[in-house]
């Protein structure tokens, strides 16, 4: 494990992804979003999955200079990502969202054919910072066993919600499985047991080798209630955005699969006005507060969703990021070696 300084970091991802032909402006949201999840502790997120994000690009199922193409009906917005990156289409697409929701007060993106969001809480971070309400969801390959079932059927199926607050914007990023299949690979490079009940092997044993459950299932949170809420999101996101569902889902853990799974992003702009924006940010504030302040007397303060990726990020922004020393030659090979990739022209395919 090396510890890289943030801004050393982000240069060479930066050259990293600029050498495999992403231009500036994209591998600098691409560059964000992965190293947001290193320092919120989300390295199952993080620069694990960027040789895999230039892999797909030069592979052709990634393009680096797709934005996604646009298609209003009203106040929701179908998108045709074009195999774009991930954060490139999500934010093309939240852009001309806040505009609408500002206008009507809500809008909706349907994405398809668009590549790996990543960590969900970025983009519900940054929509709450501009004062508005995120909630976003996406579908993942089948690798959530049904509630009482053997094989893998689900996906993990996340939900991020960003609210506005008078301090820092409240932000809830969670799967619908237990953990998600980034963190089995995460225990599996770092050659780590899993904790017994997270996943099933391919024969739909029970397993704590994260090799073995990276070919078999993962449990979903909350047994039952976790199983139907992922399920709900599955049917959900399929339907909105027209793309596939269950084991037809592919292109977010290999890099030679066109991705189509779909996203959806609910964009609400709540209040008539800017004092009542202000007004009901403090109410918002005041009420975490006292959440936090409601734990046993000299006990630790309570956390609300988001405390403790805030309070590492704080540390890791002065101490450096805590990169796998494989993770981090391979980054630094790309930057200074990698071929750039033959993207121009994919766009328009």
């Known amino acids: 494990m090396k510890t890289i300084a943030f801004e050393e970091a982000r240069s060479v991802v930066m050259a990293a992804l600029e050498r495999a032909g992403v231009p500036q402006p994209h591998a600098v949201l691409q560059a964000d979003l992965l190293l947001e999840a290193e320092l919120r502790g989300r390295a199952s997120h993080g620069l694990l999955r960027l040789n895999r994000i230039i892999e797909r690009i030069?592979?052709?199922v990634a393009d680096p200079l797709a934005t996604g193409d646009h298609r209003w009906r009203g106040s929701f917005l179908d998108v045709d990502g074009k195999r774009g990156l991930g954060p490139v289409v999500a934010c093309a697409a939240l852009d001309v969202l806040i505009e609408r929701a500002r206008a009507n007060g809500i809008a909706i993106g349907a994405i398809r054919n668009n590549n790996h969001l990543g960590m969900l809480a970025w983009y519900a971070d940054r929509i709450a910072r501009r004062g508005l309400i995120l909630i976003a969801l996406c579908n993942s390959e089948a690798l959530v066993?049904?509630?009482?079932g053997r094989k893998a059927m689900i996906g993990t199926n996340p939900i991020a919600i960003g609210v506005p607050t008078a301090d820092q914007p409240f932000v809830l990023d969670m799967a619908t499985s237990l953990v998600s299949m980034g963190q089995i690979h995460n225990y599996a490079n770092q050659e780590r047991p899993l904790p017994p009940g997270w996943a099933l092997d391919a024969d739909g044993n029970p397993t704590t080798d994260a090799a073995a459950a990276k070919r078999g299932s993962?449990?979903?949170f909350g047994a039952a209630k976790?199983?139907?809420?992922?399920?709900?999101?599955?049917?959900l996101i399929g339907t909105i955005t027209g793309s596939e569902v269950g084991v037809d889902v592919q292109g977010t853990l290999d890099s030679e699969a066109p991705c189509n799974k779909g996203d959806v992003f609910i964009v609400i702009d709540s209040a008539a006005?800017?004092?009542t924006a202000r007004t009901t940010a403090q109410r918002i504030s005041?009420?975490?507060d006292s959440i936090r302040a409601s734990g046993l007397e000299g006990g630790d303060q309570v956390q609300v969703p988001g405390d403790r990726a805030l309070a590492m990020r704080r540390t890791l922004m002065e101490s450096g990021l805590p990169i796998e020393d494989d993770v981090w030659e391979k980054i630094k090979e790309r930057a200074s070696?990698?071929?750039?990739?033959?993207a121009q022209g994919m766009q328009h395919e």
């Open 58 to 60: 030069h592979n052709g």
């Open 145 to 148: 066993h049904p509630w009482g």
């Open 218 to 220: 993962i449990a979903p």
């Open 226 to 235: 976790g199983y139907a809420l992922g399920l709900a999101f599955e049917v």
């Open 273 to 275: 006005d800017s004092a």
């Open 286 to 288: 005041r009420y975490l």
């Open 337 to 342: 070696h990698g071929s750039h990739s033959s």
